[in-house]
């Protein structure tokens, strides 16, 4: 099995900061793309950005110039930081990686748990 592990988030202010991880981990043998999705209450969920294994990189117009995502291949690990938040920015953020867990099979898709970003004074 895979899992994928957040961490960070959390409460900031408008025009504040914030850092996103998440490490996947378990029956892996590559991951190819990563990314960041975010939910907010009433609407649908959306990308944020995304990540290819050699480090291209996709955003959302909404926060181009503003976030930048990273990983650590090494550590199966994807990272989010948030700058000049705002407060449309509000909503459960959740991290997604493409998974195959052997040279045989096939990728599949996994999705953290979530976590709320709250920006508000």
């Known amino acids: 099995q895979v899992q994928l592990v957040e961490s960070g988030g959390g409460l900031a202010q408008p025009g504040g900061s914030l850092r996103r991880s998440c490490a996947a981990s378990?029956?892996?043998?590559?991951?190819?793309?990563m990314g960041w999705y975010r939910q907010a209450p009433g609407k649908q969920r959306e990308l944020v950005a995304g990540?290819?294994?050699?480090?291209?990189?996709k955003y959302a117009d909404s926060v181009k110039g503003r976030f930048t995502i990273s990983r650590d291949n090494a550590k199966n690990t994807v990272y989010l930081q948030m700058n000049s938040l705002k407060p449309e920015g509000t909503a459960v953020y959740y991290c997604?990686?493409?998974?195959?867990?052997?040279?045989?099979?096939?990728?599949?898709?996994?999705w953290g748990q979530g976590t709320q970003v709250t920006v508000s004074s």
């Open positions: 378990g029956s892996i043998f590559r991951v190819s793309e």
């Open positions: 990540i290819s294994v050699d480090g291209n990189t």
């Open positions: 997604n990686a493409d998974v195959r867990m052997s040279s045989v099979t096939g990728s599949s898709h996994y």
